[in-house]
């Protein structure tokens, strides 16, 4: 058994999960939680107590996956600096993933999936997924962009799309408006990355 410790401090939700680098697809523990603006208050902590809960010291950790964003600049930040200082601190190798791709992962759907991210300042952080038999295949790259611009590029894709990501709480009406009975929206609960989303995307990132 090789452990690997993943984690996700981009978004309001923190994540946090560890997988077997000889298993891919399992998962040894996983937790995720609110924690708005505190995240570098309760990272390591909660990393240390998940650790715990399956009798694991962090000397035997065999990588650490770290959310790259986009999403919160400090959260991003902290997540990035934690995740180098921990690695470095191990000697052990360091991979990023894309948070919306955790979050493409999290809807667990079929079909083409469009995750927005908040990027404040009325903006959003779009992508674009097809999802397969529990893969999610990433269609576009990170940018920023107004909902509206995003709603129309999305609504002349002329399909169905499954809407999911921290974005739709505040833009949920320009899709709603912009797509109408073509969207359909993910449940609140799985529009941020959770721990099973993470070791997919870190799995998905090192070809696994």
């Known amino acids: 058994m ?25 998962r040894l523990a996983i937790a995720d939680f609110r924690a708005p603006r505190a995240a570098n208050t309760v990272v390591l902590l909660a990393v240390e107590r998940l650790l715990e809960s399956i009798g694991l010291a962090p000397a035997a950790l065999a990588a650490v996956a770290v959310g790259r964003g986009p999403g919160s600049f400090t959260g991003v ?22 948070t919306l791709d955790a979050v493409a992962h999290a809807a667990k759907a079929e079909g083409l999936i469009g995750v927005l991210g908040d990027a404040m300042r009325g903006e959003v952080y779009p992508a674009l997924f097809r999802a397969h038999a529990g893969s999610a295949v990433r269609l576009t790259t ?32 320009a899709f709603a408006g912009g797509l109408g009975e073509r969207a359909t929206l993910a449940a609140e609960g799985v529009r941020t990355p959770d721990g099973e989303s993470l070791l997919a995307a870190a799995w998905a990132e090192m070809g696994e």
């Open 2 to 26: 090789r452990p690997f410790l993943a984690f996700d401090t981009s978004t309001d939700h923190i994540a946090l999960a560890i997988g077997d680098l000889d298993a891919p697809g399992s």
């Open 142 to 173: 990170d940018r920023v962009a107004r909902p509206a611009e995003i709603a129309e590029e999305w609504a002349a894709l002329d399909e169905r799309i499954l809407l999911t990501g921290n974005g739709l709480a505040k833009h949920e009406a």
């Open 77 to 98: 930040r902290i997540g990035a600096a934690t995740a180098k200082g921990l690695a470095h601190g191990l000697g052990v190798p360091l991979v990023g993933f894309g």
